[in-house]
């Protein structure tokens, strides 16, 4: 089974709807992540959370919101799509661990486990 | 200017070739660049990670960093059609919450 499940795979609506895309983990990592990805844009972050009750802003949250439902649970809404918002969204989970021995060259690695994203089209 | 830049491509090369991928960057803040590795319709998936300047080795695949050019490469060997892929690559504060992308470069070898 994944670990990181994203659904719905694929999504056609049109512009004034809303619409939720829902991510799932059973990783048991405590940080979460929404990116879209564009061409010739790579990913960008939209919202990020380290926790239930942590939710931060990424570069581009204008017309997206998030919910933290259970540690294992993220959620990206688009209150009233538009046609911009058409790209690829991926879910992203990361555990980050303060290593035992300080080693500057472990410190700090928070490596990032992605869903099988979701491609999102706003007509 | 984006934090981190890197060619779109796409680039195509035969079998066994030696690949190399390239990205620059221009936040001097940065100790950790990774690697993802993007196969069609798949989410990215970690290939390697470097910590400040220097090479690092994994199999057939080197990761290179000079911090003095601000400058990271990925280079692949004995290059298999299997490696066809988009290829990111990410530069991270130690300490901070994000990664920064580049753009990907799309990679196919052709057998």
């Known amino acids: 089974d994944a670990d990181v499940t994203q659904t719905p795979r694929n999504r056609i609506t049109k512009t004034g709807k809303r619409i939720m895309l829902e991510c799932s983990q059973t990783?048991?990592?405590?940080?979460m992540y929404w990116y879209r990805q564009d061409p010739g844009l790579g990913l960008r972050l939209i919202y990020y959370?380290?926790?239930?009750?942590?939710?931060n802003k990424g570069e581009i949250s204008d017309g997206y919101s998030v919910s933290r439902q259970a540690q294992a649970k993220f959620s990206l809404s688009l209150e009233s799509a538009i046609p911009n918002q058409t790209a690829l969204y991926f879910c992203?989970?990361?555990?980050?661990?303060?290593?035992?021995?300080?080693?500057?060259?472990?410190?700090?690695?928070?490596?990032?486990?992605f869903g099988p994203g979701t491609r999102l089209t706003v007509l | 200017q984006k934090e981190v830049e890197q060619d779109p491509g796409p680039l195509s090369v035969p079998e066994g070739a030696i690949v190399s991928l390239n990205c620059t960057y221009s936040n001097s803040a940065f100790q950790y660049f990774m690697w993802y590795r993007q196969y069609s319709r798949k989410g990215p998936e970690l290939l390697m990670y470097t910590y400040s300047s220097g090479n690092k080795e994994d199999g057939r695949f080197t990761a290179q960093v000079d911090k003095s050019s601000k400058y990271i490469s990925l280079f692949i060997r004995d290059s298999q059609p299997s490696d066809s892929a988009t290829y990111l690559c990410a530069g991270k504060i130690q300490g901070a919450q994000k990664l920064v992308f580049g753009q990907g470069t799309r990679l196919t070898i052709n057998p």
């Open positions: 990783k048991g990592h405590d940080r």
């Open positions: 992203a989970t990361s555990d980050f661990h303060t290593p035992k021995i300080l080693d500057s060259s472990a410190f700090g690695t928070d490596t990032q486990y």
């Open positions: 959370s380290f926790d239930v009750k942590d939710i």
